[in-house]
């Protein structure tokens, strides 16, 4: 690089720091860990703050969101020339699974209209109250998380359950006068209640930082293969049941025949969000306790909703390594962490 | 750049000196937005690398006077606010990392640019060693390491360039501002 031909003893002239240093330093490290106190003692407070200054800053990051996006465009160009063959065969595969899909679904959906008007059922999710832009990744190498261009002020409520056409985004974590949090479903603090689609079978989508979340508290005896489908399951009220979560893409098994790890690919590409919708969650900032006339969508699951203790229960340890109270039940309050 | 298409002789004056000298502290904001700029590509995802801290650490380097610890603290904690960390995190880092190296700053202007890259490197290294122990002793768990060790071999692929801006940038400015401290 040119910078290693330059010479770098120019500046030398320049005064040595200030004095102040010698006291600042120790006296801004010691404020750091203060303030990192702070936030561990009182995290609600503390997000609430971040929340107002990150309002401020929210129009600044609208004005840029355009501009990235269409950097992240040209990027992707380039990257989708040299993925195209591998791509095109993976469409290829997945159009004649679709095709089979969307036989079988014109056959299901007349099917459930019809058992629909026989026992009077209303639609089985809340239509999206609003749509919000994505203005900014405010994840890493730690979190997941999106800032969303809509706040308090629109209507966004902390615990908004997040989602595209493709199916769950995440859920909002905090919401500012103009702007807002969303958590997704990636990030290692989520964690939402879900089952398989094939079998109806409890189990909680956990978030672990990765592009590939791990399905927990799975019993062992039921069956799971590379494919199947998992939606939410509505337990905890934060998100409606039957939004596609993703599907499984891999089970791993230890030598004698235990399920010790089965990742989840979520239905939505994560890393292009432009848009998300976002839904009212039946209950918001309630307490855990959920009973089974709780709501409209409670009422809907196929079991009453305390069935999910038993499938806590029935875990017996697959996936579960020093989280046992991060349960399905209390799923309500560590979702709201 | 606008400021070449003035002449040297009616630039800067007090207000233009004064701009200057907030240099330093405009590129750290600019590299606060870009880190969280929602780049819609596999290419990128998801990796956010070091950029803060390159310029901190140049700064420190090249220019401490023009860049206060106050304001190095003041963007660490703006890090925080976006970043999901706990607040005070990145305010502490940057503070660690700008501190020693101002201190030290003659060793690095004596050596040849390797020595800095390399200087870069570990101290860089080692950062995100602490805030990966940190988080990982937040959550209780061992935090991922993958997206860590890609941002830290970006962030010093990327160091020569921001070095060379941080380098410029203040010869230039040096020259339009020969009394600065």
Known sequence: MNASRRPTTSVMSVAKPAPSLRWLAPGLIVTGLMLIGLDLARPNAVAQVKATVVDGMAPVFSVLADPAQAVGNVLDTGYSMIAIYQENQQLKAENDRLRAWYIAAQRLSAENRELQQLVKLDAVWADPVLSARVIADTGGAFARSLLLDRGVNDGVMRGMAAMTAQGVVGRVQTAGERSSRLLLLTD???????????????????????????????????????????????????????????????????????RIRIALQPSVDLARLGYVSLLPSVRLDEPVAVTANDGPINQLANEPVNESAQAADADDGAGDTGRADDGPTNDGANADE | MALTLMSEASWPGNMGRWLIRTLPFLTLLMAVLASHLPLPTVVAQNTMPPLVLSFVFLWAVYRPNWLPISLVFITGLLMDVLGSVPLG????????????????????????????????????????????????????????????????????????????????????????DPEAP
């Open chain 1, 188 to 258: 290692i603090n989520s964690r939402i209640p879900a089952m398989l689609e094939k079998t109806g079978d409890r189990l909680v989508v956990a978030g672990n930082n990765q592009s590939k979340p791990e399905l927990q508290y799975l019993r062992q005896e039921v069956p799971v293969a590379v494919g199947d489908m998992v939606l939410t399951s509505g337990v905890g009220g934060i998100f409606p049941a039957g939004l596609p979560l993703g599907t499984v893409t891999e089970v791993v098994v230890d030598g004698e025949g235990r």
């Open chain 2, 89 to 176: 995190l990145n305010a502490i880092l940057l503070i660690l990392v700008y501190w020693p190296v101002a201190i030290q700053r003659r060793v690095f202007l004596r050596e040849p640019f390797p020595f800095l890259w390399v200087s870069f490197a570990a101290i860089v290294a080692l950062v995100e060693v602490l805030r990966w122990l940190f988080v990982s002793l937040i959550f209780w768990s061992f935090a991922p390491v993958g997206l860590v060790l890609s941002n830290l071999v970006v962030g010093i692929g990327l160091f020569p360039l921001i070095a060379w801006l941080v380098i410029q940038g203040n010869h230039r400015f040096t020259r339009l």
